[in-house]
C-alpha cells in the first residue's frame, strides 16, 4: 500500500534502528541521560534557544508551553483552525484552565489586525490575554507557511502589549527547507517553540520545546506532572538525532512530490484543488457531488493500493513523506483516470 495519510505513519529507517540499538542512556528523569542530553542541546541550538526538552508527543509540547506561559482564567489567541485549538482535545481548558480565543486566518495566517482586535482591554469581567500561538506550517490549512513578515508583526503587537508567543513547530522543519529562512530565525520571534521528530523526518516518536532556561525549567516541572517523564529515554532521542541529521534536507523531494501529485489531480473535472495553498507536504483537494462522496473516493483509492484520508463530505488529504518514493507518486498519478473517469 501507498499510504498518504499523515506523515506520522513513517518508519523507522535500517540506519535509525541501528542508532537506536547503540543508543547511550541514562535516566532522562534525573538528568542523565547523555543522548537525551544531546539531542536537547543540538535541536535548542539549532533554534537559537537557551535550552530543550525532549517529551513524547507534539500535544504534550504544546500543552506544556501553555501551561507554563498562562495561569487559569487566561485566554490564548490561536488561528481557528490551529492544531492546538481544533486536535488537542480541549487540553487548554481541562489542563491549564484557559480558553482559547479563535481567529479565522487565511491560509492558516491569522491577519495582524485581526489579532490586536482579539486581544482583551482589562476590565475585571475579562479573561486576560496571555499568549498568542501560531503554527508553522499550518496542518489544517494544507501545509501552508507563514509569512516571515506576519510573524515579525505579530510579535510587534505581543510586545506592545505584554503578550508572550509560542510557535507550534511540528513541521518547522518543512518551513525551513520550503522558505530558506534559518530555523533560528523563525524560531527567535517566539517565546517557546516546539518541533515535532516524528513527522516529515521519520523518527518514530517524540517532540521537544525549547526556550530561555527559565521557561524550560518550569516546563520539565510540568512535563513529570503531564506524566512525560521517561527513563532511559536516549532510544527514542537517538532515532530523534538521527532524523535532524539525515532526513532534514530531503523535505524538499517531499514537497516536489505533493506539488506533482497536486497539479496531476487538478487535471480532472469535479477535482478542485487549492495550488496556491501546496506548499509543503501536505494538500487537500475536494471532489463535486457528481463524482461521488469523499468517503467512495477514498475507497476507491484503497482498491488501488492507495490510502487517503476523508474529510467529509468533500474533502480529502493526502500527504507525501519520508515513505513515499517517487515511483509511489507515478503509480498513484496513473491511477487517477481509473478514479476520477469511474
Not at 293 to 321: D, F, M, N, W
Amino acid at each position: 500500500m501507498i499510504d498518504l495519510r499523515s506523515d506520522t505513519v513513517t518508519r523507522p529507517t535500517a540506519g535509525m534502528r541501528r542508532a537506536m540499538a547503540e543508543a547511550e542512556v541514562g535516566d532522562d528523569v534525573l538528568g542523565d541521560d547523555p543522548t537525551v542530553n544531546r539531542l536537547q542541546e543540538t535541536v535548542a541550538a539549532m533554534l537559537g534557544k537557551e535550552a530543550g526538552l525532549f517529551v513524547p508527543s507534539g500535544t504534550m509540547a504544546n500543552q506544556i508551553a501553555v501551561k507554563t506561559h498562562t495561569r487559569p482564567g487566561d485566554e490564548v489567541i490561536c488561528e481557528a483552525g490551529a492544531h492546538v485549538y481544533v486536535y488537542e482535545a480541549g487540553a487548554p481548558a481541562f489542563l491549564s484552565g484557559v480558553q482559547m480565543r479563535p481567529i479565522a486566518g487565511k491560509h492558516g495566517v491569522m491577519d495582524v489586525a485581526d489579532v490586536e482586535a482579539a486581544i482583551r482591554p482589562q476590565n475585571v469581567h475579562h479573561p486576560v490575554s496571555r499568549l498568542i500561538c501560531l503554527e508553522n506550517t499550518h496542518n489544517r490549512a494544507g501545509g501552508t507557511v507563514c509569512p516571515i513578515e506576519n510573524i515579525r508583526e505579530i510579535r510587534a503587537l505581543a510586545d506592545r502589549t505584554g503578550l508572550r508567543m509560542h510557535l507550534d513547530g511540528a513541521r518547522l522543519w518543512n518551513a525551513h527547507v520550503a522558505t530558506g529562512i534559518p530555523l533560528a530565525e523563525y524560531a527567535g520571534y517566539f517565546d517557546s517553540v516546539s518541533v515535532c521528530f516524528s513527522k516529515g523526518l521519520g523518527a518514530p516518536v517524540g517532540s521537544l520545546i525549547a526556550g530561555d532556561g527559565a521557561f524550560i525549567r518550569d516546563a520539565r516541572r510540568f512535563r513529570k506532572i503531564f506524566g512525560g517523564g521517561m527513563r532511559q529515554a536516549g532510544i527514542l532521542a537517538a532515532a530523534a538525532l538521527y532524523a535532524v541529521e539525515h532526513h532534514l534536507r530531503r523535505l524538499g523531494e517531499d514537497h516536489a512530490r505533493a506539488g506533482r501529485l497536486a497539479g496531476a489531480l487538478s487535471a480532472f473535472d469535479g477535482v478542485d484543488v487549492d495550488l496556491e495553498s501546496v506548499q509543503t507536504n501536505i494538500l487537500f483537494f475536494s471532489v463535486a457531488s457528481g463524482i461521488g462522496s469523499a468517503e467512495r473516493i477514498v475507497e476507491r483509492l484503497r482498491e488501488q493500493g492507495i490510502l487517503v484520508l476523508a474529510l467529509p463530505p468533500r474533502g480529502i488529504r493526502a500527504v507525501t513523506h519520508l515513505d513515499v518514493e517517487e515511483r509511489d507518486i507515478e503509480t498513484v498519478i496513473a491511477a487517477l483516470p481509473r478514479i476520477f473517469s469511474a
